[in-house]
């Protein structure tokens, strides 16, 4: 089984940046495309972003040339880098492999004034 433990969000003003952190134990990584997910109160969970194996990346466009995704699999962790974030970007992070439901506990992210 795959322990993985999401970290880095707080409350952060409108057009400042985090870093979210996704680590990993139990089971190495490396052959996994790895996907972030959100979820805000009373919305659908969403995808914002995955990265394959090979490092190949995808965002939705509400996210697109604001976050980064990354990863280093020989620390067995994957990341979310958040720039210029917006009210609207105020969630419960997730991270797991992609195409299945997270089961971790998430990382909250506030963006407000």
């Known amino acids: 089984q795959v322990h993985l433990v999401e970290s880095g969000g707080g409350l952060v003003q409108p057009g400042g940046s985090l870093r979210l952190s996704c680590a990993a134990s139990?089971?190495?990584?490396?052959?996994?495309?790895m996907a972030w997910y959100r979820q805000a109160p009373g919305k659908q969970r969403e995808l914002v972003a995955d990265?394959?194996?090979?490092?190949?990346?995808n965002y939705a466009d509400s996210v697109k040339g604001r976050f980064t995704i990354s990863r280093d699999n020989a620390k067995n962790m994957v990341y979310l880098q958040m720039n210029n974030l917006k009210p609207d970007d105020t969630a419960v992070y997730y991270c797991?492999?992609?195409?299945?439901?997270?089961w971790g506990k998430g990382t909250r992210v506030t963006v407000s004034s």
């Open positions: 797991g492999p992609r195409g299945m439901d997270p």
């Open positions: 139990g089971s190495a990584l490396s052959i996994y495309a």
């Open positions: 990265i394959s194996s090979g490092g190949t990346t």
